[in-house]
């Protein structure tokens, strides 16, 4: 079979998330940094990209170039394999609907991952971004790109906008994440990250961990505006949105379109444990 169903995708994202919930904290937190690290170079390979490009000129193609690039997070966490914040948000609820994770776990699992993420993503934002110069100093293009980036999240957004974007995102990312787990070879789920993930970053949507790179990155650099206030409230309703548009509208609407009313999600074969998200085979 060249790809799954979209019932088998609930089978599979059920095994995928009670795996990711039963993970050590060893390997929970190594696979979160790693994909906090994945998501950050995506952030600054489109920061680097797009810098330069006069959106006067060039209108709406900043953005959809921007998300374009900014697709090789996903594609690395899940080819290569780590633990993203986000794409447990839809995993981990759909295994817990299906009675095969505690709540605890599921609070376990986000919370060390949460920790994990941020560390590698602060980790390229002031040492692989800051310090190597790639995001040069005041005056420079990539200065300036990531500065409108930033300000526009943390300053020019209220908390409303922020959190209503971030359930638009983590819809999308997860979508992703879903789409990916149909494909039975690289191509394929390299082809189902890159739409869903150009599409939310070109909307102008939030994803938490990505902010985790931008706003300190834009702190780190100097750009004015940007203090640690600010970027806590950004993570905070960027989180709880994410929250809600991976966990309801990804993770629990596809267990109630072909997983309600069983009393538990079918044993999924080698095919459907090849998860799209993370650690250990399994997806992010």
Partial sequence: MAFKT??????????????????PVSKMLVG??????????????????TAGLDPKIWGGVTTLLTGAVFSLGLILVVIAGSELLTGNMALVPIALLSRRVSLGRLGLNWGVVLFANLLGSLFVAYVLAVQTGVIGAEGTASFTR????????????????????????????????????????????????????????ALGFDHVVANMFFLP????????GIGWGSILRNWVFAGLGNAIGGGVFVGAAYWFLYLKGKDDAPAAGPAATSDASGTAGAPR
């Fill in 6 to 23: 979209p019932d088998q995708i609930a089978v599979a994202a059920v095994a995928s998330g009670e795996k990711k919930a039963h993970l």
């Fill in 32 to 49: 979160g940094f790693l994909a906090g690290a994945y998501i950050a170079f995506a952030g600054l390979l489109a920061v680097d990209v």
């Fill in 146 to 201: 990531l500065a409108a980036i930033a300000t526009g999240k943390a300053v020019t957004e209220d908390d409303l906008t922020i959190f209503l974007r971030a359930i638009g995102c983590n819809w999308l990312v997860c979508l992703g994440v879903w789409m990916a787990m149909a494909a039975e070879d690289v191509a394929g789920k390299v082809l189902a990250i890159f739409f869903p993930i150009t599409a939310f970053v």
């Fill in 217 to 224: 990155a834009a702190h780190w650099a100097g750009v004015p």
